[in-house]
């Protein structure tokens, strides 16, 4: 598969024996919305809940941290993820989660998964069937693996500031970036990892909710800022919109770009760590 599939692709391939969809919508927790009540209110027909919320370290005091790599392939098993299945992914969230779940799979083995542009609103939006409740699943194997060179840790990020081998770029909003917006978690200092630049996770999609793509899309990391040619590392407030930024990266072809999983709820909460404010 591509990286990204269309909503007609899907429908097409809806049935194949091999082909396996994925929810995996997420919220924060303030949101008042319940990701998994959502799905089982309508869902893309045989698509399984991947439940972000829970698929994270749960001795880490960070929000949203990777998982041991023995969880995860316990959770890919029981919804029926396995070796040689085709994974889409999709998600409804303001923060395009669907990326999350994707790196998560790809660090951690799987082979071909994609993302449903335009995600389930544009699946919706065209009046394409949708199903309820929850489906009976099929324990799968899921061989895992990790790939630590798509994750970064702190001291990687302190070793890079000294290095600057590798571009930083922050999905968060420009006034969190700037620092001119308080950080909605408490104690956390505000600003942004030192020498980064700020590239809105938002500004990668059409208005239609779509993925930018081509010139358009490596437009969008340019006027950031971003030199395309070297190491990208991505980050943002707890790792989730990261995601985004750095799959974008993959939609124009780049493959040397990793996630900074600690992001500012690591970093931010140190108060050791280097911090500048203003614009980039």
């Known amino acids: 598969m591509e990286l990204l599939v269309s909503t007609e692709w899907l429908a097409k391939e809806i049935g194949a024996s091999d082909l396996r969809i994925v929810d995996a919508t997420w919220f924060m927790p303030d949101a008042g919305r319940n990701a998994q009540a959502e799905y089982e209110g309508g869902h893309i027909p045989t698509a ?40 889409v992914v999709y998600d409804d969230s303001p923060f395009k989660s669907a990326t999350r779940a994707w790196w ?9 998964v994609a993302i449903l542009d335009g995600g389930i609103a544009k699946w919706k939006a065209e009046g394409r069937a949708l ?35 590798a571009v930083v770029v922050d999905a968060r909003g420009a006034g969190r970036f700037t620092g001119e917006e308080a950080e909605p978690r408490p104690e956390m ?65 780049k493959k040397d770009v990793a996630l900074y999983d600690g992001s500012w709820s690591e970093w ?6 280097p911090k500048e404010t203003g614009a980039a």
């Open 268 to 273: 931010g909460l140190d108060k050791d760590t």
């Open 131 to 165: 199903e309820t409740g929850k489906p009976s699943l099929r324990h799968r194997h899921f061989t895992v693996w990790k790939d630590d060179k798509g994750v970064k840790s702190k001291a990687d990020m302190l070793a890079n500031l000294h290095s600057r081998e």
């Open 48 to 87: 399984v809940f991947m439940d972000l919320e829970e698929l994270a370290d749960a001795n880490s005091t960070l929000p949203n941290t990777l998982p041991p790599p023995e969880k995860f392939a316990s959770r890919m098993q029981s919804l029926g993820l396995g070796d040689g299945s085709r994974i």
């Open 189 to 253: 200092a505000s600003g942004h990892i030192p020498g980064s630049r700020n590239l809105p996770f938002g500004n990668l999609y059409n208005p239609d909710g779509t993925w930018k793509r081509g010139d358009d899309l490596v437009a969008a990391y340019t006027q950031a800022g971003v030199d395309l040619g070297k190491p990208m590392i991505t980050t943002c407030g707890s790792g989730m919109t990261a995601a985004v930024v750095l799959f974008g990266a993959r939609l124009t072809g």
């Open 104 to 112: 998560m799979l790809t660090l951690f083995g799987a082979h071909d």
